[in-house]
């Protein structure tokens, strides 16, 4: 297929998903098996121009004036895709499956609308409801972090420190342009790419099969880095759904101690079975009934809640939750997370640690949250976390936001990663 077909495919999926309000994934995979011609590098650009639409889906419309899939197709070509006007007409010249030419109105309205005079959320691509968190989370400097969660995200991962070191997975995955993180001290990471660019499959990589490395976000990697299990402690991971950071701490204690995983919903613990069979990982407890966890009241050295949210700062790799957030799903997730911490804070034992962990970016979620949780809990206490970021990535490496010097806000526009909120809770000895 020629850039005209798959324009002509992004729209259509991009229809689909307004029309029918379903999730992009679902969308682009109905539309390779309706069309079974488009080859996969067909299938991975029509993919890269709807998730690059819906990231800066309102900027997108302001600007051609018109927020119709076929508009926003277009202002991904010429937008992120740096193609001109004229080069466009070019390329679909004779092409009889690409969409109609742009309006003369479309054109004139994307040469005559300046984005500073659109409102603010649309400058900086979110639902307007939202603003006002943002500004309290950021301040002036709240577009900013805004625009940064629009930018395409970056394949990570994660070496298992069980199994490989870092340059040996680096040989292996070298053609895919894999580098070492700059902070992540186990971190890989393959660059998004450019216009109908593909991001490599590394789990069907050997490397991958032999347990060599996860596919793991930097920032996650980070916060469970932070969380500093040690070798012979017993940690519970109270949230640990598929296990993306019972995998790292298991790995940081080297297979020694113990990390109890626990789920509310077993149904997303599951595939943590598989994962730790390829990771080698042989000190942790899967436990999928609360009943199994009475006996670990109090006990626990360290307690990670890695709680539901509304997942703000994963709007880069999930664009269409941007726009189907509601005020009360946020609601939603807020009381969740006073039900996780207060279950959760009961197995610290007596001078254990609480880690508190979203990857929102919003007040509600993260510091209103540990301000309600000490105020109802004076036995724990919210110490800084900045000493262990600077002992594990040393005082060269960049620094997350941190609004009261001790939690610690990680963002795409400061740490180079999606968005997490850490929380270090001490509860008295
Ligand atoms: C952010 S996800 C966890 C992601 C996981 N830790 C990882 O690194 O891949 C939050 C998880 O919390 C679980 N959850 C929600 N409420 C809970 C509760 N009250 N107790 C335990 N788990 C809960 C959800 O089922 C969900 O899997």
Redesign the pocket.
């Known amino acids: 297929m020629r850039l005209g077909g798959r324009l002509s495919g992004a729209i259509e999926v991009l229809n689909d998903i307004e029309t029918r309000k379903r999730p992009v994934a679902d969308a682009l995979k109905d539309w390779g098996l309706a069309h079974r011609f488009a080859g996969s590098g067909d299938r991975a650009a029509i993919g890269n121009i709807v998730y690059d639409a819906l990231r800066k889906r309102l900027s997108h419309a302001w600007l051609m004036d018109d927020d119709s899939p076929f508009a926003l197709g277009y202002a991904v070509l010429l937008r992120q895709w740096g193609l001109s006007p004229e080069a466009l007409g070019a390329e679909f010249e004779g092409d009889r499956f690409a969409p109609a030419p742009l309006s003369a109105e479309h054109l004139a309205a994307f040469s005559r609308r300046p984005l500073s005079d659109a409102p603010l959320h649309v400058q900086g691509d979110i639902p307007e409801w939202v603003e006002p968190s943002l500004v309290s989370a950021f301040g002036d400097r709240w577009i900013a972090e805004a625009e940064a969660l629009t930018e395409r995200p970056t394949l990570d991962l994660r070496v298992n420190t069980l199994k490989a070191e870092r340059p040996k997975v680096l040989r292996a995955l070298e053609r895919s342009g894999a580098a070492a993180c700059k902070t992540a001290r186990f971190g890989i990471r393959i660059p998004a790419g450019e216009q109908s660019a593909r991001l490599p499959n590394v789990t069907a990589e050997i490397s991958f099969q032999k347990g060599w490395f996860e596919v ?1 976000d930097e920032g ?1 990697q980070i916060v ?1 880095d932070l969380v500093t299990p040690q070798e012979g402690e017993q940690v519970l ?10 995998l790292a701490m298991a790995a940081a204690m080297n297979n020694k101690g113990q990390v109890h995983a ?4 077993s149904r ?2 599951a595939p943590i079975i598989e994962r730790l069979k390829r990771a080698g990982t042989r000190n942790v407890q899967v436990h999928d009934r ?1 009943a199994e966890l009475e006996k670990l009241h109090g006990r626990m050295d360290r307690v ?1 809640v ?4 509304t ?1 703000t700062g994963t709007w880069r790799r999930r664009p269409d939750t941007k726009w189907r957030l509601t005020p009360r799903n946020l609601e939603e997730r807020i009381i ?1 997370q006073q ?2 911490l207060a ?2 804070s009961r197995f610290v034992r007596d001078g254990g640690s609480l880690y508190y ?3 929102s970016v919003l007040p509600e979620e993260n510091d209103r949250q540990m301000e309600a949780f000490t105020a109802a809990n004076p036995a724990f206490e919210v110490v800084s976390a900045l000493p262990a970021w600077d002992h594990l990535y040393g005082a060269d490496a960049v620094r997350p936001i941190s609004r009261d010097g001790k939690t610690l806000t990680l963002t795409p526009a400061t740490t180079d990663t999606d968005g997490f909120f850490f929380c270090h809770l001490k509860r008295r000895g």
Do not use: F
């Open positions: 793991q996650s469970a991971d109270y949230c640990a759904g598929g296990g993306g950071k019972t626990y789920d509310a919903d997303r613990l609360d990670l890695d709680a539901p949210c997942g969740q039900d996780a279950q959760a962990v979203t990857c």
